[in-house]
């Protein structure tokens, strides 16, 4: 075997056998680095006559394309087996919580979002849900009240600028649209609640611009006032927690409901800064209600002859207000981190009727 043929068995199975980048770096400085044994051979071209640099020069100069092939072949298979080992070694535990200890907590309005929805599909209700950005016609119109109708007052609505054919979009000043949007694609029987935000020109302790409401609507052949009162007396008992429910009906007008009734629950305020549910000689407003008036039924392509049904609606942060306990409505939508701590509740604790919604 030839010298050349010797260097180059010598070089490419040391270069195979390297075991790692520093190793392959050292072998190609001895091969191809200034003083290599490669160099050092090209070197010695110079001083052949043209005959020998003939034959040696591709020999030299193929056994250093050769190795410089090798070297950095190898060197990619170093590299991913170095990747490869460093992938299994730093594993990452998905599982494990980002942080130390949660900080988030679930809004009281989303808490009783929760546990409503929990009460009613326990009673057989879809949850149906609507724009913020409302028709008139649905907002109002359909719901049994023209335009000038002085009803459309107490609402306070926030209007949105004219569309060019005239027509005015709305912030839905209740859930009641959804009503008729409802009406309006399923045909009876029917039994939805709406929760969802609502939108008025007002703005005290008690009344915020944006808040939400609850609406539930149940139409079919025979469903009555009784029917009625036994959903808000069931709804109270799950929502409250109590067993003990004294509901009291109060005249009222709505000019989508006919009759119209306000729903009042027994508690108890005579200690003072504190309320308690199902006891004492106190009401509680709960909201309005009443059997759908034929005129809506009828405008929302529902036989008012063969069909009737009943709808109320309720303001769900005045609920979470007084289940939960706080005085004020406005820093419901402040987003201070303080009092979401205090009143917020833990994100892994989802309210169900068997589990406790509260808890
Ligand atoms: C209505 O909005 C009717 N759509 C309810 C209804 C539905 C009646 C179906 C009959 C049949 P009212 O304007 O009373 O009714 O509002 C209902 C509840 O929303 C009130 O009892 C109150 O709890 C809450 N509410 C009204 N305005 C505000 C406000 N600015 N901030 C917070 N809660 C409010």
Redesign the pocket.
Known sequence: MSDIATLERDILGAVASASDEAALEALRVAALGKKGSISELLKTLGAMSAEERKVNGPLFNGLRDKVTNAIAARKAELGDVALNARLASETVDVTLPARPEATGTIHPVSQVLDEIAAIFADLGFAIAEGPDVEYDDYNFTK?NIPPDHPARE???TFYIARQEDGSRHILR????PV?VRTMLKQKPPIRVIVPGR?Y?V??DA????????L???VIDEKTHLGNLKWVVEEFCKAFFEIENVTLRARP?F?P??EP?V?WDMRCDRSVPGKIAFGTGNDWL??????M?HPNVLDMCGIDSTKYQG??????????AMLKYGAPD?RPFFESDVRWLRHYGFASLDLPTLDGGLSR
Request: aromatic residues 12%; hydrophobic residues 35%; glycine residues 10%.
């Open positions: 719901l107490m609402h306070d000043t209740h859930t009641s009503q609502t008025r007002d703005n008690t009344h915020t611009p944006m808040f939400h409401q609406e539930a609507l009222s709505f989508f409901t119209s306000e407003e709960l909201g309005g209600s009443g759908v009943f709808a109320f609606g309720f303001g769900l942060d005045r609920m409505l």
